[in-house]
């Protein structure tokens, strides 16, 4: 059934193109925001997502359950590693002293 | 003195770290027994680690925890992406602190982790009762979004929140 | 298609390369050796050499990194009231 | 090779590279190690999809150690070599 294989092969590039677009957005906040706590929230929510959705639509490539699941496994392991790693240096930069930005200062 | 009950944690933890070998070798039956091998070391030295268990974990919480994370991991990830591409940038950053009420170690570790990942909330600093949080926009009612998620967590754990031991800042 | 994608990976290397040796403050060559150290582990993938690939983003980029990560806190710890370099007379002495 | 996997991955190493400017401008040391989480990141993206486009289930396993490489050099990070000047 050409039809069918052809809704998932769609589905398949859309969470390509959605991932895809995440990391450009993670990528675009690393550079525009302001100071390293706003550019934190960018790379550990926008990246993680990003990677997310392109697992998603190369498990669906794959059709293999295992293979999903190691995705999975894969995508799990790099939030829990980024989410540590956000942790551990919002706290050093604000034990260093590192200044918030805020929009107050800025008038 | 090994007591039955650290056995089955140890049995526990043993078959689920085998499991997830078996998972990252794409099912390959044949380095199984290497596997095996392998997960005794890591559960033992989990062990050794952290031989206390995590209270009352519960599935059904998990299973929902896990729902709930998933839905609002995606609209933080597309919180933040709006922000920034938005050409007017709209963030109005602040440190926020947050009076915990959780007060197992685990269930800690886990909220923070999570709150770095929800729609604008990152975890900065974490000392004695207290969490600070940096918040990427504070003109919402940013203190009961963390109050949610916190009791959320609870949830996964099964244990009640204790009172807060002085007012939100 | 694959052509651009591997041009871009080599420009990448050269530059992050080039970009490790000029610079001056130690902190930021070593984070440019690391990037370095990703980057080369993708070019191994490129070339179909998964093991190889394994072997330098373990221990080109992540053992090596923080080694180096270390070194340089080791030295800014040291450098800082920097100890007058003893002279000869005072061996004797 | 598909296509549409490398046009992927080309996307995702541009997407990267706009790390390298970041480490240029720093100002902070905890700048430039943004960066380098940023490429742990997209280094696992990489590895995923270069792995489906050549048909090489091995090269998931170099995805693996990125994951792990990121928190590895953040904590040597934080642990050592943090100093706000540069």
Known sequence: MPSLELTV????????AAGAFFFLAGSVGLVRF?????????????????????????AVRSGSAIIALKLLVIWLLVLVAGATACYLVAEAARSAGVKPWTREAQR | MMTLTSLRRFLVRWIVIAAVW??????????????ALVALAAAALSMSLRPDGIPGLSPLGALRFAGYFLVNSVLGGVDVAMRALKPSMPIDPRFVSYPLRLTDV??????????????G????????????????????????????VEERVAGVFGIALAEASGGAV | MSVVFDILLLGALVWIAVGALSEMRLFKSVVMFVVFGLFLAIAWVRLDAPDVALAEAAIGAGVTGA????????????????????RDEDADA | M????????????????????????????????LAAMLFG??????????????????????????????????VAFVKRAWGAGD
């Open chain 4, 2 to 33: 598909d296509p549409v996997l490398t046009a992927l991955a080309a996307f995702i190493m541009l997407t990267a590279l706009l790390g390298i400017w970041r480490i240029e401008r720093g100002p902070t040391g905890a700048d430039r190690m």
């Open chain 3, 67 to 86: 080694l180096m990560l270390d070194a340089v806190g080791h030295l800014r710890a040291r450098s800082t009231p920097y100890p007058t370099p003893p």
């Open chain 1, 34 to 58: 302001p100071d390293v706590y706003t550019r934190l929230h960018a790379l550990t929510k926008s990246d993680n997502l990003g990677l997310g959705l392109v697992c998603v639509g190369l």
């Open chain 4, 41 to 74: 990141t997209t280094g696992v993206a990489l590895a995923l999809v270069l792995a489906e486009a050549v048909g090489r289930g091995g090269l998931r396993d170099a995805a693996l150690v990125f994951a792990l490489l990121g928190a590895l050099t953040a």
């Open chain 1, 9 to 16: 092969r769609a589905l398949e590039y859309a969470f390509y």
């Open chain 2, 106 to 119: 685990s269930a800690r570790v886990l909220f923070a982790n999570t709150l770095s990942l929800l729609p």
């Open chain 2, 22 to 35: 078996w998972i990252i070798s794409e099912g390959d039956g044949s380095s199984l027994w290497l596997g």
């Open chain 2, 121 to 148: 909330t990152l975890s900065a600093q974490l000392s004695g009762d207290t969490l600070v949080v940096h918040a990427l926009d504070c003109s919402g009612d940013v203190i009961g979004e963390i109050a949610q």
